[in-house]
Nanobody
C-alpha cells in the first residue's frame, strides 16, 4: 500500500536551513505528484510546494518562493524539501502527500499522507 514517511525535521534558529525527506513506497513515484504541506497551531493546512515527478514541474506558495526547493529522486523513491532562510512563521507540522494530479493543484486534499514532522524555528 501507499506509504509516506517524513524525516529531517527539528529545531533551527531563524535564518537557518533544514532538509525534509519523504520516503515513498507502494506506488510508482513518477506517476504521481508529491506535495509538502504544513499546518501551524490554530491554522488551516496549507500547500507549501508540490512536484509532478515525471515532468519535474513544481509549484511554490508565495510565502516560500526563493527560500524552499522541492526535488525528487525517482530512483530512490525520495522527495525532498530544502528549506533555507527559515523564519519563525515557518514553524509547523510538515506533511508529505501523494496524489495523481497536476502539480499546480497543490491543495491539502491529496489522497495519501504521511504522519507529519515538526519543524520549529526559533526567533
Amino acid at each position: 500500500q501507499v506509504q509516506l514517511v517524513e524525516s529531517g525535521g527539528g529545531l533551527v534558529q531563524h535564518g537557518g536551513s533544514l532538509r525534509l525527506s519523504c520516503a515513498a513506497s507502494g506506488f510508482p513515484l513518477d506517476t504521481y505528484s508529491i506535495g509538502w504541506f504544513r499546518q501551524a497551531p490554530g491554522k488551516e493546512r496549507e500547500g507549501v510546494s508540490c512536484i509532478m515527478v515525471r515532468l519535474g514541474s513544481t509549484y511554490y506558495a508565495d510565502s516560500v518562493k526563493g527560500r524552499f526547493t522541492i526535488s525528487a529522486d525517482n530512483a530512490k523513491n525520495m522527495v525532498y524539501l530544502q528549506m533555507n532562510d527559515l523564519q519563525p512563521e515557518d514553524t509547523a507540522v510538515y506533511y508529505c502527500a501523494a496524489d495523481r494530479r497536476s502539480y499546480y493543484l497543490c491543495t491539502p486534499d491529496y489522497n495519501y499522507w504521511g504522519q507529519g514532522i515538526q519543524v520549529t524555528v526559533s526567533s
